[in-house]
């Protein structure tokens, strides 16, 4: 998932904020609702779990955005990433990989001076390296769409119970093992198969929200709607 709060590191965290997160990893919130407990009721981070994550999306700025935002995050949690996320917008030219694919040297310096963002010179060149392959899998596949959507894990693939304990257990997944190997083999970075999973899980490529999380229904209504790319 998203951070540490995901992988239980700031499980405890998360109890004293709610005061009733149950082993499930559900948390219930003033509002009735359950919802998986790695938010932990913090409001940007909760806004971010009820209206953006596992929802599923086919649009390849919002796709490149995410995949890169995720090697931003390698090493961080998630939350802070979001907090930065339209400091980096800006930096990144909205995440439009055709003109980031054009930055030069003088982006770089640009952007390691900025500190509203990460500023890690291999993260940065990496996001200018990745905007060029995605140039290329664009015009190989017609969209970064398409090409993501082609790896969806089958029923097989899936947990019978998406439970707290089975997100837990698996920080990666064959699909996202085989994404990563094909994305790196084209020349991408920053792009190892736990980054590919939280990608997956964020984009809607499959539906994470634990059993309990009222958003589990909705984003399985989402994606049965969906009309691949």
Request: aromatic share 10%.
């Amino acid at each position: 998932m998203e951070t540490e709060f995901a992988n239980g590191k700031a499980g405890f965290g998360a109890r004293k904020r709610s005061g009733i997160m149950s082993d499930t990893g559900i948390i219930i919130g003033e509002d009735g609702k359950g919802r998986c407990h790695w938010h932990a009721n913090l409001p940007d981070y909760l806004r971010y779990h009820d209206e953006e994550w596992g929802r599923p999306v086919t649009d390849d700025l919002r796709l490149f955005e995410k995949i890169c935002l995720e090697g931003f995050q390698s090493g961080l949690s998630w939350l802070t990433i979001l907090r930065k996320r339209d400091n980096f917008r800006a930096a990144f030219a909205g995440f439009d990989f055709e003109k980031v694919a054009l930055f030069e040297d003088k982006d770089i310096d640009r952007c390691l001076a900025d500190p509203g963002i990460v500023r890690h010179r291999g993260k940065i060149v990496s996001t200018i390296n990745n905007a060029r392959r995605a140039i290329e899998l664009r015009a190989e596949f017609g969209s970064l769409a398409h090409y993501f959507w082609s790896f969806e894990p089958g029923h097989n693939e899936r947990p019978k119970v998406v439970d707290r304990a089975a997100v837990m257990a698996n920080p990666t997944t064959p699909t996202s093992v085989v994404i990563s190997k094909n994305l790196k083999k084209r020349g991408w970075t920053f792009v190892g198969p736990t980054t590919v999973y939280a990608f997956m899980q964020a984009m809607g490529l499959v539906n994470d929200h634990i059993e309990g999380c009222f958003c589990r229904a909705e984003v399985e209504a989402m994606r049965d709607a969906l009309v691949r790319p």
